[in-house]
């Protein structure tokens, strides 16, 4: 099996940009992942700046491996959504400008009804960011949450206007009752992302997020599966509870080099 890439979410870091880039270089992560609404935001670099922060990341041997855009109202909600999408847009831009090919987000529940107004616009918005993909050169990877897997790919067939990707989030999917390794053997070819997290369910039915190797994701099978589909995307070291959660990030990417060494 090739050698994974091991990216980390640096949000979770809450540390200066100086300490983040030194703190993922020790803790052995190859890549980055940056919130883009909240962390770094395009706006706030202009193009001296991203040269200078491109070149910082080669001082330490680091690589930007994705975005994340994320929002707190879903693409289905009317509700200032003229305004999510042009983030999203100008997300995907500043991506493509930093050598950067994807851009990961969720999009909220997907309406159960595809006849229902909020499904079709929830289709109509996708596709409309699949166009401006095609155009500016990085996909939209969407997270899935809770919606069952005929859902979503039921939503991703309707998508026929450009790219869209897959976030995959094992630790998400078995949180809501899904499975990550049937998920990913029925969606392989647009899984452009693997969110490095664990979950499990506890007595009252609720999901937990809990570190990588004590959950309920089976990742020998995972990461064998993600081999046996050739994927050559970023596993990105993500922790957003507990009490030290770059000491976990730094487990979490220990934990998958040792999976893959057969320790």
């Not at 040269?51 to 690589?63: A, S, V």
């Not at 919606?147 to 976030?167: A, T």
Request: charged share 30%; proline share 4%; aromatic share 6%.
């Amino acid at each position: 099996m090739p050698e994974l890439k091991l990216a980390v979410a640096t949000r979770h870091f809450n540390l200066p940009l100086k300490r983040v880039l030194d703190t993922a270089a020790e803790i052995g992560a190859r890549g980055l992942q940056f919130d883009v609404r909240n962390e770094l935001k395009p706006s706030e670099l202009s193009e001296t700046g991203r040269r200078q922060f491109r070149h910082r990341l080669q001082e330490q041997l680091l690589t930007l491996a994705s975005f994340e855009y994320p929002t707190r109202r879903s693409f289905s909600d009317e509700d200032a959504l003229d305004a999510r999408i042009a983030g999203l847009k100008a997300a995907l831009e500043f991506a493509f400008s930093m050598g950067v090919t994807v851009v990961c987000g969720r999009i909220g529940r997907i309406p159960e009804d595809a006849d229902a107004p909020k499904y079709k616009l929830l289709c109509d918005v996708l596709n409309d960011i699949a166009r401006h993909s095609n155009r500016v050169g990085a996909t939209f990877a969407i997270t899935p949450g809770v919606d069952s897997l005929d859902m979503l790919k039921r939503l991703l067939d309707d998508v026929i206007e450009g790219p869209i990707g897959i976030n995959l989030d094992p630790a998400g999917l078995v949180m809501s009752e899904n499975d990550p390794v049937e998920v990913y053997r029925a969606l392989y070819d647009k899984v452009l992302s693997v969110t490095l997290r664990d979950g499990l369910r506890d007595i009252d039915g609720q999901g937990i997020e809990v570190p990588v190797g004590r959950g309920e994701v089976v990742w020998d099978e995972l990461l064998a599966l993600l081999d046996e589909g050739n994927f050559n995307g970023w596993l990105v070291a993500t922790r957003t509870t507990g009490d030290d959660r770059i000491a976990d990030m730094a487990r979490a990417i220990r934990f998958v080099r040792n999976l893959q060494a057969g320790q």
